[in-house]
């Protein structure tokens, strides 16, 4: 919950981000300089949130030292390619770089790094990676691309320049709060991916757009099917022998959600 809560504080921070944004990514200081505020109010709305739901839970004894078995090498190595992957990743924001090529390049040449250092061929990893999100993926943009095909996308850009026409600020409300909640039906990637195709031919304005943001990078939190990050997540737990139901999740995201939304949404409003 807190991945997607901070999915907004840089144009990386979530793949959503620049399937919303598509070839018009803000450059670095003023994607800052919009969602600064918001980012943090999102943050710390859903924080208090979470500590205040688990306080009970928090509250037991921890131990006050643990052993410390140290990074070997390999597991080094892999954090300092992390870091280099993150440093390219915000100097190609910064330089209004395309982001694909940069992140495949960097993890890429980490792996082939780490496993150079450990003498060990490639394909012990192939096994590590959840092969099984792929075609789901592909299968959402498969659905945006059929949805074009039925002229819903012209519609919305219609009834977006309309609303915008009214009122930009009571556009960004329902817009960015509507597609909170649609992310949560269909997943934010193809849900961003529809937006944009509606956003771009509307010429949106950057309250709008910023709203849609983050609505598509925020609503997920209200349930398991919402984003790749919880997915991603529940199937690491899940490996590591534990379980979160889908009833369960939903419990927890109505209580995160909404209020971490409405003053994200707020803030951007005000300061726009």
């Not at 394909?123 to 074009?148: M, Q, R, Y």
């Not at 095909?149 to 026409?165: C, Y």
């Not at 992310?183 to 849609?212: C, D, F, Q, W, Y």
Request: glycine share 10%; charged share 10%; net charge neutral.
């Amino acid at each position: 919950m807190i991945a997607n809560a901070a999915s907004f504080v840089l144009p990386i921070s979530n793949p959503a981000n620049l399937v919303l944004c598509g070839s018009e990514m803000p450059p670095l200081w003023p994607w800052l300089k919009q969602f600064a505020v918001p980012s943090v109010l999102s943050i710390a709305a859903t924080y208090a949130v979470l500590r205040s739901r688990y306080r009970h839970e928090l509250g037991g004894e921890i131990l006050a030292s643990i052993p410390d078995p140290g990074l070997r090498n390999g597991a080094r190595y892999t954090a300092y390619g992390i870091g280099a992957a993150a440093i390219a990743l915000l100097l190609a924001s910064g330089f209004d770089v395309q982001l694909g090529a940069p992140t495949l390049a960097a993890g890429a040449a980490t792996a082939l790094f780490v496993l150079l250092e450990k003498g060990e061929v490639p394909w012990p990893l192939l096994p590590g990676v959840t092969w099984s999100v792929l075609p789901l993926v592909a299968g959402l943009f498969v659905l945006v691309e059929g949805l074009n095909h039925t002229g819903i996308v012209p519609q919305l850009t219609e009834l977006l320049k309309w609303a915008m026409s009214q009122s930009a600020a009571a556009t960004a409300w329902i817009a960015g709060a509507g597609l909170a909640f649609v992310s949560n039906a269909m997943n934010n990637l193809p849900a961003g991916l529809i937006a944009e195709s509606a956003v771009t031919p509307a010429h949106a304005r950057a309250v709008v757009k910023g709203a849609l943001l983050i609505g598509v990078d925020l609503g997920p939190n209200l349930s398991v099917t919402g984003s790749l990050a919880a997915i991603l997540s529940l199937v690491a737990l899940k490996r590591e022998g534990l379980s979160c139901t889908a009833a369960e999740f939903l419990k927890i995201g109505a209580l995160v959600m909404p209020p971490a939304l409405l003053l994200a949404l707020g803030a951007l409003i005000l300061t726009s």
